[in-house]
């Protein structure tokens, strides 16, 4: 899974940095509305491959070591970091995703991406009561009335107020896709959520 987009372009003079109500390059289809938009859980990225093995999202900075059958997908030219995948049996996840499997019991798992959620895993924003896989593929869809700078804000800040949702993944049927969060829109007072 390669690094989405984010759908306005950062504003890196900010602390912390937000985003300009200028569409990022290659995203204007969002505003559009070519897109499905689509809850962004605030976990962490698991793949299960067609093998049936499982793989932890990971991020290598530069100038660090991979760790051991790290899969690398891109490096961000701006940060130096290293996006791709570990087995999640080496990762810092490995128990919580067994757990997350276990209380699915007898489940069929398909190839694809999922968020891993829960009580251990980024301070559980997503409020979940035990560790669980969400399905990326099967994502809850969202209502985004108005397709601009200040209404998809608007939305985003109550979507996060709302039960902590971290923000939104717009699909293109072409397989593009973009993102932001609530964490884009700082105001003047810290952060725009409470986390």
């Known amino acids: 899974m390669r690094k989405i987009p984010t759908l306005f372009l950062r504003d890196f003079s900010t602390r912390p940095a937000g985003v300009l109500p200028e569409v990022t390059p290659g995203c204007g289809w969002v505003l559009s509305g070519e897109g499905v938009a689509t809850r962004k859980y605030d976990g962490t990225c698991l793949r299960m491959d067609g093998a049936g093995a499982w793989w932890a999202r990971r991020e290598v900075r530069a100038g660090r070591a991979a760790p051991p059958e790290f899969v690398p997908l891109s490096t961000d030219p701006a940060t130096g970091k ?54 990326h593929a099967g994502a809850e869809r969202l209502p985004v009335p108005e397709l601009t700078f200040d209404g998809i804000r608007a939305g ?40």
């Not at 699915?104 to 409020?127: K, S």
């Open 156 to 195: 985003v800040l109550a979507l996060a107020a709302a039960d902590g949702c971290e923000g939104i993944v717009w699909h293109h049927p072409d397989g593009r896709m973009a993102k932001i969060k609530a964490r884009d829109f700082p105001r003047a007072d810290g952060p725009a959520t409470a986390r």
């Open 82 to 135: 290293t996006v791709g995948w570990e087995p999640v049996a080496g990762s810092s996840f490995a128990k919580f995703h067994a757990e997350a499997l276990a209380a699915d019991g007898g489940r069929d798992w398909f190839p694809g991406t999922y968020e891993l959620i829960g009580p251990r895993i980024n301070g559980n924003p997503e409020r979940s009561d035990a560790h669980r896989l969400v399905e």
